[in-house]
């Protein structure tokens, strides 16, 4: 089987905020076309990594690629039109409405000065109805409840058309039913598009579903990355969450699922 072609290489990357050290020695390559899941405690630098390979933080030590480039040499407009974003909190001030919102997932594609193409508005609408929020279009943002703001945000990214999403704990805000309903929308882009996803995420189960591959990290480090189907045993899951669990293994393609035992 071909091995895909490299995304992303971190090489020895470090990064503090001042005195504190949040990242130490992450070596990793990401390949294009692949469902990653970045799994972690809280404060073990999942943010921070994202931060970093989005190009929005300077790494202390070490080097990230993009594409074989220095991600640094990108300009903020050339990332853009490659890397979407969908934070976990989002906030606007500005009444505007969620169509708005969702076309500005197009100004990078957009010329200075130019309007939006028929194109752009097809993508808008597209998107929109992905993410189920159609019948809102011309509500303003700020009138929406946080799930409803998460799914515009998440039409922004789609809208914006790139080759890898990043979600920065994106569905946390999520009911059970959109949560599924996006993560099913993420595997099927990856698969039938050759999307590369980057998700953290807090679900163990849901990883174990969905992701073809997962990074753990913990203290900083990446402390496990592998397959799903190898990386979930109950040993790591001790080592790496201090939990206990019992992981089956089900189906044709061996997905894990985990059972946590309670004392």
């Known amino acids: 089987m071909t091995q895909p072609p490299l995304l992303f290489q971190l090489s ?12 130490e020695g992450i070596d990793l390559q990401l390949c294009s076309g692949r469902f990653y899941g970045l799994l972690g405690a809280n404060g073990s ?20 690629l993009y594409k074989n480039k220095s991600i640094e040499s990108y300009s903020r407009q050339e990332l ?7 934070p976990q909190n989002f906030a ?3 009444e505007y409405q969620v169509s708005d919102v969702v076309l500005m997932g197009r100004h990078p594609h957009i010329p200075r000065f130019s309007s939006p193409a028929k194109t752009d508005r097809e993508a808008v609408a597209d998107a929109m109805q992905t993410m189920d929020i159609s019948h809102l279009r011309s509500r303003p943002v700020c009138a ?30 999520l009911d059970i039913h959109h949560t599924i309903a996006i993560m099913q929308v993420m595997r099927k882009r ?22 073809d591959e997962c990074l753990v990290l913990k203290e900083g480090q ?4 592998g397959p799903v189907q190898q990386l979930f045993t109950s040993e790591l899951l001790h080592r790496a969450f201090a939990v206990e669990a019992t992981v ?9 699922q985990i059972q946590f035992r309670y004392q």
Not at 152 to 159: G, P, S
Not at 200 to 210: E, Q
Not at 222 to 225: I, W
């Open 222 to 225: 990446l402390f496990a990355h």
């Open 248 to 256: 089956h293994h089900h189906g044709n393609h061996g997905r894990p």
């Open 190 to 211: 990856v698969t039938e598009k050759g999307l590369t996803v980057i998700a953290a995420i807090h679900d163990l189960n849901l990883a174990a579903a969905f992701c």
């Open 144 to 173: 929406l409840s946080g799930g409803e703001l998460q799914r515009v945000v998440m039409a922004r990214a789609l809208a914006q058309e790139t080759e890898v999403l990043i979600l920065d704990e994106a569905t946390s805000n």
């Open 12 to 23: 020895d990357v470090s990064f503090s905020y001042r005195h504190t050290k949040v990242l």
């Open 80 to 86: 853009a039109t490659q890397l979407a974003l969908v």
């Open 92 to 94: 606007m001030s500005f």
């Open 45 to 64: 630098g999942k943010s921070t990594l994202i931060e970093l390979i989005m190009g929005g933080h300077k790494a202390l030590a070490g080097t990230i």
